[in-house]
């Protein structure tokens, strides 16, 4: 098992910037991937920013330029940093660890950003 717990969401004007972290903790193994995913109402999940153990990341369309994924191997946890948010970055952000079929979601937290 792998238990991730996001924090640092909240409620930030349009432009401005925010910053979540994700603390790892469990049975970690491999060369395992980080993510940070988003749902906004009524509509699917989809790919905010992943970073490999390598530390390469991959970005969605919607954030790329604005938004900076990271990670630390000693204290395995991952971050994002989101500056120039918009309103439709308003969505419950999931840290996500993966590993080949493997895959475990934090409990998400809460982004919204005001117009």
Known sequence: ???????????????????????????????????????????????VATITYGGTPTYGDSVEGRFTISRDHVKNTVSLEMNSLKPEDTAVYYCNYQWGAIEYWGQGTQVTVSS
């Open 1 to 47: 098992q792998v238990q991730l717990v996001e924090s640092g969401g909240g409620l930030v004007q349009a432009g401005g910037s925010l910053r979540l972290s994700c603390a790892a903790s469990g049975n970690m193994f491999g060369f395992y991937i980080l993510g940070w995913y988003r749902q906004a109402p009524g509509k699917q999940r989809e790919l």
